[in-house]
């Protein structure tokens, strides 16, 4: 019984993933943005963090 209740979830979780890559979260033109982030992750905060921080030190 515990591996019939097990093979359940797994199907239903299956189905769950299924629909979820079916469902873009972004257009379709953001896709070269997304990739290079990412690709990228840690420059782009390590840019992003500093950019925030220079706008923080300036703008006060």
């Known amino acids: 019984m515990r591996q019939q209740d097990f093979f359940q979830k797994l199907e239903q979780e ?3 993933q299924a ?5 873009r979260v972004l257009p379709e033109r953001f896709d ?7 690709r990228n992750t840690w420059k782009v ?8 921080a220079v706008l923080k030190t300036y703008a006060l």
Do not use: D, K, N, W
């Open 32 to 38: 070269r943005l997304a990739i290079f982030v990412g």
């Open 45 to 52: 905060l390590l840019v992003l963090s500093g950019l925030l």
């Open 14 to 16: 299956a189905a769950y």
């Open 19 to 23: 629909r979820l890559g079916e469902r």
